[in-house]
């Protein structure tokens, strides 16, 4: 049974935040919201981006763990943050509950202003995931 049901966000590290949110605009993204040369959300139907400047990502999950994977002083690898994964709300606990039983390491559940439940973890090659209700 497939529990992932779609991608329904990327963050992406971005090094000039006005030069990334002008290039995904023309690419029909609109901006929601944006925290000067920190973070800008963008959406595109139901589809979330969002932007993270790596030296002042302004959010904390974004600084914890830029520091937990030694990243702060570097920077990140790569160009993306993390990828959320869309699950059913009804399965969401269940389904990071049995990640936990398989000896995953899961954070949450985190609960957002707008209503959104998430869990994290990562990958092997610590790429954060998100596992969220929408």
Request: negative net charge; aromatic residues 10%.
């Given at each position: 049974?497939?529990?992932?049901?779609?991608?329904?966000?990327?963050?992406l590290w971005?090094?000039?935040?006005?030069?990334?949110?002008?290039?995904?605009?023309?690419?029909?993204?609109?901006?929601?919201?944006?925290?000067?040369?920190?973070n800008a959300f963008l959406r595109s139907g139901d589809f979330l981006l969002v932007l993270f400047n790596p030296r002042d990502p302004g959010t904390p999950l974004a600084n914890e763990y830029l520091a937990r994977t030694g990243y702060a002083e570097n920077g990140p690898r790569g160009g993306?943050?993390?990828?959320?994964?869309?699950?059913?709300?009804?399965?969401?606990?269940?389904?990071?509950?049995n990640l936990?039983?398989?000896?995953?390491?899961?954070?949450?559940?985190?609960?957002?202003?707008s209503g959104r439940r998430s869990y994290f973890l990562e990958d092997p090659d610590q790429h954060y995931i998100e596992l969220t209700d929408c």
């Open positions: 049974m497939a529990l992932i049901k779609s991608i329904s966000e990327l963050a971005v090094d000039d935040m006005n030069r990334a949110m002008a290039f995904y605009e023309k690419l029909g993204f609109t901006i929601e919201s944006v925290d000067e040369n920190r993306v943050y993390h990828a959320a994964f869309r699950v059913e709300a009804a399965e969401l606990d269940g389904f990071a509950q936990k039983t398989q000896g995953m390491e899961i954070k949450g559940p985190v609960e957002f202003a």
